[in-house]
């Protein structure tokens, strides 16, 4: 054997292109470090400047009431999306017709396409109006559960509602992620459980649920990371108070960071405006955690991939 | 056990199909009724929907439900139930969607009209205006950021499928979906901590609105180009390299041809997703009732913007500005749609056939 290894002929556009797609790769991990840093920097001088009136007391007991109200909020409204999302996933991949269920799968589609500002506005003016003497019912008859005690707010402009305006905006994207996944249940095995004599319920039971729990899991963050993030619905919906308040009817509701920062920022000048960034990095903070769990659920099962 | 048994082989009979439609529109007229009686009795004030629903759905269920596991047995009945949970929690989706698409509709219209879109708001107190320096604003700053956001997007996404392997690509590939995640107020807090150390304190400038959702729409691009990417088949790219074509080209020449419609598609969506963003461009965009045709310099008002503003600073003919929020709404939401339908539109005639 003569030692004749074939070398490939490295071509100037090969290099050029594989670098370009190369660095445009690598970019993507360069922009979320820059974020990082660019927000981080900015934050500095929130704690190096002079005092700021607005958090008088230090910035963990200005930034505080915003986390707990973004978390609290993101909470009630997973807590509505996600049995629904659950629910309509099911419709859509094993109760309604497939020709149906292709127009349905649009419908719910369209939800997520709807800017979050027109949420905002239909939450403030159509449903925190009609909410209203639900709440007083609620407040009135279960005033005892903690939750729904307090002075119920006229407006409708609470808590409740914002959860409830955040959890039709996780819906589709929730709903979307889990019916891809119940779709992909091995027909095998429901069709095994409908031959033992399984009702469509119970085949559910055995073959779909457990097969799909994972991807309910990280569905279920991938919403709470959506959540988490929203302003504007918020913004305009919910009647802020800089409190820590468990109650969800009252018109004293703990803002939500995204919220605050809408809020003020246009008006903020100073190192306000450094304050309001540094809050930002905590939502930042709390988001990339969120979506890095739901993100490392999925990828260990790759099958689950088609988040998008 | 044989107590377990009978029950579960009691009842083979099955409900008539008339029976749960019938059962149905039944306690529905029936919670309707009551609440009548109550609205004229003077114990509410008016009827309310909400409880007319519950107590309907309520009857309803425990009605079939009994009923069903007399005759038919528990597991059928059980079978029932789910099926009546799953058709609400469905249902209960449907009802905003319909109650926000009436709303916008029927409210945008009234001033959804030709000076809405001929006219800015500079001087307007009150009635009249419109929102053309919004649309003029909303244009140009999606369309740089399209401007930036494609180019990248295509090329990490060719990397991830033509090149990446190894752990640098399997960290793109994570961050990638990450940044999917990022909130729109932090994209557009970080346009304005990058354009104030150039510009000083309180910068406002169409470019930083499309800095920040370029941000937010390059994942959507390369998520979109990625999975396009992944379905040409491998056998056209040897046949390129059998024919002796260069890597680049055959990409260029061969792969990226045969997923343009599906790449166009996924810019569409991706486009519609920012299209209607407010958050960032609230932040470093700001808001303005003038015209403004430079990106680069002043503020710069954005529709999203425009429906926000109108609402939280009302004048004192509150109607008016009410009524041009929802104008901007449902020209916001007809551009979303009109951009959705073209994306599938393009996927649907000229993605390759066979």
Same mark, same amino acid.
Not at chain 1, 123 to 140: H, M, Q, R, Y
Not at chain 1, 183 to 204: D, K, N
Not at chain 2, 133 to 155: K, N
């Given at each position: 054997?003569?030692?004749?290894?074939?070398?490939?002929?490295?071509?100037?556009?090969?290099?050029?292109?594989?670098?370009?797609?190369?660095?445009?790769?690598?970019?993507?991990?360069?922009?979320?470090?820059?974020?990082?840093?660019?927000?981080?920097?900015?934050?500095?001088?929130?704690?190096?400047?002079? #005092?700021?009136?607005?958090?008088?007391?230090?910035?963990?007991?200005?930034?505080?009431?915003?986390?707990?109200?973004? !978390?609290?909020?993101?909470?009630?409204?997973?807590?509505?999306?996600?049995?629904?999302?659950?629910?309509?996933?099911?419709?859509?991949?094993?109760?309604?017709?497939?020709?149906?269920?292709? !127009?349905?799968?649009?419908?719910?589609?369209?939800?997520?396409?709807?800017?979050?500002?027109?949420?905002?506005?239909?939450?403030?003016?159509?449903?925190? #109006?009609?909410?209203? #003497?639900?709440?007083?019912?609620?407040?009135?008859?279960?005033?005892?559960?903690?939750?729904?005690?307090?002075?119920?707010?006229?407006?409708?402009?609470?808590?409740?509602?914002?959860?409830?305006?955040?959890?039709?905006? !996780?819906?589709?994207?929730?709903?979307?992620?889990?019916?891809?996944?119940?779709?992909?249940?091995?027909?095998?095995?429901?069709?095994?459980?409908?031959?033992?004599?399984?009702?469509?319920?119970?085949?559910?039971?055995?073959?779909?649920?457990?097969?799909?729990? #994972?991807?309910?899991?990280?569905?279920?963050?991938?919403?709470?990371?959506?959540?988490?993030?929203?302003?504007?619905?918020?913004?305009?919906?919910?009647?802020?108070?800089?409190?820590?308040?468990?109650?969800?009817?009252?018109?004293?509701?703990?803002?939500?960071?995204?919220?605050?920062?809408?809020?003020?920022?246009?008006?903020?000048?100073?190192?306000?405006?450094?304050?309001?960034?540094?809050?930002?990095?905590?939502?930042?903070?709390?988001?990339?955690?969120?979506?890095?769990?739901?993100?490392?659920?999925?990828?260990?099962?790759?099958?689950?991939?088609?988040?998008? | 056990?044989?107590?377990?048994?009978?029950? &579960?082989?009691?009842?083979?009979?099955?409900?008539?199909?008339?029976?749960?439609?019938?059962?149905?529109?039944?306690?529905?007229?029936?919670?309707?009724?009551?609440?009548?009686?109550?609205?004229?009795?003077?114990?509410?004030?008016?009827?309310?929907?909400?409880?007319?629903?519950?107590?309907?759905?309520?009857?309803?269920?425990?009605?079939?439900?009994?009923?069903?596991?007399?005759?038919?047995?528990?597991?059928?009945?059980?079978?029932?139930?789910?099926?009546?949970?799953?058709?609400?929690?469905?249902?209960?989706?449907?009802?905003?969607?319909?109650?926000?698409?009436?709303?916008?509709?029927?409210?945008?219209?009234?001033?959804?009209?030709?000076?809405?879109?001929?006219?800015?708001?500079?001087?307007? /107190?009150?009635?009249?205006?419109?929102?053309?320096?919004?649309?003029?604003?909303?244009?140009?700053?999606?369309?740089?950021?399209?401007?930036? &956001?494609?180019?990248?997007?295509?090329?990490?996404?060719?990397?991830?499928?033509?090149?990446?392997?190894?752990?640098?690509?399997?960290?793109?590939?994570?961050?990638?979906?990450?940044?999917?995640?990022?909130?729109?107020?932090?994209?557009?807090?970080?346009?304005?901590?990058?354009?104030?150390?150039?510009?000083?304190?309180?910068?406002?400038?169409?470019?930083?609105?499309?800095?920040?959702?370029?941000?937010?729409?390059?994942?959507?691009?390369?998520?979109?180009?990625?999975?396009?990417?992944?379905?040409?088949?491998?056998?056209?790219?040897?046949?390129?390299?059998?024919?002796?074509?260069?890597?680049?080209?055959?990409?260029?020449?061969?792969?990226?041809?045969? &997923?343009?419609?599906?790449?166009?598609?996924?810019?569409?969506?991706?486009?519609?997703?920012?299209?209607?963003?407010?958050?960032?461009?609230?932040?470093?965009?700001?808001?303005?009732?003038?015209?403004?045709?430079?990106?680069?310099?002043?503020?710069?008002?954005?529709?999203?913007?425009?429906?926000?503003?109108?609402?939280?600073?009302?004048?004192?003919?509150?109607?008016?500005?009410?009524?041009?929020?929802?104008?901007?709404?449902?020209?916001?939401?007809?551009?979303?749609?009109?951009?959705?339908? /073209?994306?599938?539109?393009?996927?649907?005639?000229?993605?390759?056939?066979?």
């Amino acid at each position: 054997m003569t030692d004749i290894k074939p070398k490939a002929v490295r071509r100037l556009g090969d290099v050029v292109f594989a670098n370009l797609a190369f660095f445009a790769g690598v970019s993507i991990l360069a922009t979320l470090a820059t974020v990082a840093a660019f927000l981080f920097a900015q934050s500095v001088p929130a704690f190096t400047g002079p #005092p700021i009136d607005a958090a008088s007391d230090g910035f963990l007991s200005y930034v505080i009431p915003f986390v707990f109200g973004t !978390v609290y909020a993101s909470l009630i409204g997973l807590a509505i999306a996600t049995p629904l999302a659950v629910g309509i996933a099911l419709y859509i991949s094993h109760f309604a017709n497939r020709r149906f269920a292709q !127009v349905l799968g649009y419908a719910v589609d369209l939800l997520a396409a709807i800017p979050s500002v027109v949420y905002g506005l239909w939450g403030i003016l159509v449903l925190a #109006p009609f909410l209203s #003497p639900t709440f007083n019912w609620l407040n009135e008859n279960l005033g005892w559960i903690p939750i729904f005690a307090g002075q119920v707010s006229a407006t409708g402009r609470t808590m409740l509602t914002v959860g409830i305006v955040l959890a039709i905006m !996780v819906l589709p994207i929730m709903a979307a992620l889990i019916r891809e996944i119940f779709l992909q249940t091995p027909r095998l095995h429901e069709e095994a459980a409908l031959a033992l004599g399984a009702t469509r319920w119970e085949m559910i039971k055995m073959a779909v649920l457990p097969f799909g729990r #994972p991807g309910i899991i990280s569905a279920a963050m991938l919403g709470l990371g959506r959540a988490l993030g929203e302003t504007m619905a918020v913004a305009m919906v919910l009647s802020p108070a800089a409190v820590v308040s468990f109650a969800v009817l009252t018109s004293t509701n703990s803002n939500t960071i995204a919220a605050n920062i809408a809020l003020q920022f246009p008006e903020a000048g100073g190192n306000y405006t450094n304050l309001l960034i540094a809050t930002g990095l905590v939502l930042f903070a709390i988001t990339m955690v969120v979506n890095m769990f739901a993100r490392w659920v999925i990828s260990r099962r790759a099958e689950f991939s088609g988040a998008n | 056990m044989t107590a377990q048994l009978n029950s &579960s082989f009691r009842g083979t009979q099955d409900l008539p199909k008339w029976l749960s439609p019938t059962l149905l529109v039944g306690f529905f007229l029936a919670s309707f009724g009551f609440q009548v009686l109550l609205a004229s009795g003077g114990e509410t004030a008016e009827i309310n929907f909400i409880p007319v629903a519950v107590f309907g759905l309520l009857g309803f269920s425990v009605a079939l439900y009994v009923i069903s596991r007399v005759i038919e047995g528990v597991r059928k009945a059980t079978d029932r139930l789910v099926t009546i949970m799953v058709s609400t929690a469905f249902s209960l989706a449907l009802i905003p969607l319909i109650s926000l698409a009436y709303t916008v509709v029927t409210k945008g219209v009234a001033r959804f009209d030709a000076e809405f879109f001929t006219f800015s708001m500079r001087n307007v /107190v009150g009635g009249g205006g419109g929102a053309l320096h919004a649309i003029i604003g909303t244009i140009e700053i999606t369309g740089i950021a399209t401007l930036i &956001s494609v180019p990248i997007g295509i090329m990490a996404a060719i990397y991830l499928v033509e090149y990446g392997r190894g752990t640098i690509a399997r960290l793109v590939t994570f961050f990638v979906d990450v940044m999917t995640g990022v909130p729109s107020i932090v994209a557009g807090l970080f346009a304005y901590a990058l354009f104030v150390i150039f510009f000083g304190p309180g910068v406002r400038m169409g470019l930083g609105g499309a800095i920040a959702l370029s941000l937010l729409m390059i994942p959507v691009v390369i998520r979109a180009t990625e999975e396009m990417l992944k379905i040409v088949p491998n056998e056209l790219r040897e046949a390129a390299y059998a024919l002796g074509v260069p890597k680049w080209l055959t990409v260029l020449k061969v792969v990226l041809p045969t &997923s343009l419609a599906g790449i166009a598609t996924g810019i569409m969506i991706a486009i519609a997703r920012v299209i209607g963003e407010t958050a960032p461009l609230l932040l470093i965009a700001g808001f303005t009732a003038s015209m403004n045709y430079n990106p680069f310099d002043e503020r710069m008002m954005t529709l999203p913007v425009f429906v926000y503003t109108s609402y939280a600073n009302q004048g004192v003919d509150m109607q008016a500005y009410l009524d041009r929020a929802w104008a901007g709404a449902l020209t916001l939401m007809l551009i979303v749609m009109v951009l959705n339908l /073209v994306a599938r539109l393009i996927s649907k005639y000229f993605s390759p056939k066979g």
